[in-house]
């Protein structure tokens, strides 16, 4: 009876206004939960990419490396070598030609060189891209910074908007980009 008595003094129209509070919280919340899993979702499916091209540029700049490194070694010994024979008083036939072996394999070395560094054009392709992949998960998260500080009932484009589309446009490395990140988040009190 006890349960019949507290049933009795319930308000109906306060517990109504209560509810529709309620499920208005619960539908405003799974429509920011919606309108933030797009930009979230985006920026996720971008990381793995970023992640792969920075081991890539890793294995490159380690590989180019220890060939240079192996290939500078081959080139001191043989530059050892050749200054031994030029030190003799005089050089034989069989030491000229020795010398002139040495200083080929040495060339070849040298054009070796030349042939690993060449990976810096892939390492910069691959930063580039991991530039590119960050700033579409910096403009990603900036979304999301902003549908969390959504003005409500605000018609007209905020500042914070124009300056999102003006990022969009920035390139990796043009340093307006810089200003108008700072000018977001001061716009949105980060």
């Keep these: 009876m006890s ?6 003094r319930v308000d109906p129209e306060r517990l109504s206004t209560q509810l529709g509070t309620i499920v208005r919280e619960i539908h405003s919340a799974l429509k920011t939960i919606s309108a933030l899993s797009g930009p979230l979702v985006s920026a996720q499916a971008t990381l793995p990419g ?12 380690e590989e ?24 003799k008083e005089t050089l ?19 054009l070796r060189v030349m042939g690993a560094l060449g990976f810096q054009d892939l390492v910069q392709q691959n930063l580039k ?3 590119q992949s960050i700033q579409i998960v ?3 998260l900036l979304e999301v910074l902003m549908l969390l500080h959504w003005e409500k009932g605000s018609g007209e484009e905020s500042e914070g908007k124009k ?9 990796v490395g ?16 980060v």
């Design 129 to 131: 891209k991991i530039g």
């Design 174 to 189: 043009d340093p307006t980009r810089q200003r108008l990140v700072d000018e977001i988040l001061r716009e949105y009190g």
């Design 163 to 171: 300056l999102l589309g003006e990022l969009y446009k920035a390139k």
């Design 138 to 140: 910096e403009n990603k």
């Design 50 to 61: 970023a992640t792969e091209s920075l081991s890539e540029v890793s294995s490159m700049t």
């Design 3 to 8: 349960d019949e008595t507290d049933l009795a």
């Design 92 to 110: 034989t036939p069989t030491d000229l030609s020795h010398l002139e072996s040495y200083l080929s394999l040495d060339q070849q070395s040298t």
């Design 64 to 87: 180019a490396s220890q060939s240079i490194l192996t290939l500078i070694e081959e080139q001191i010994d043989l530059q050892r070598k050749m200054e031994a024979l030029l030190h």
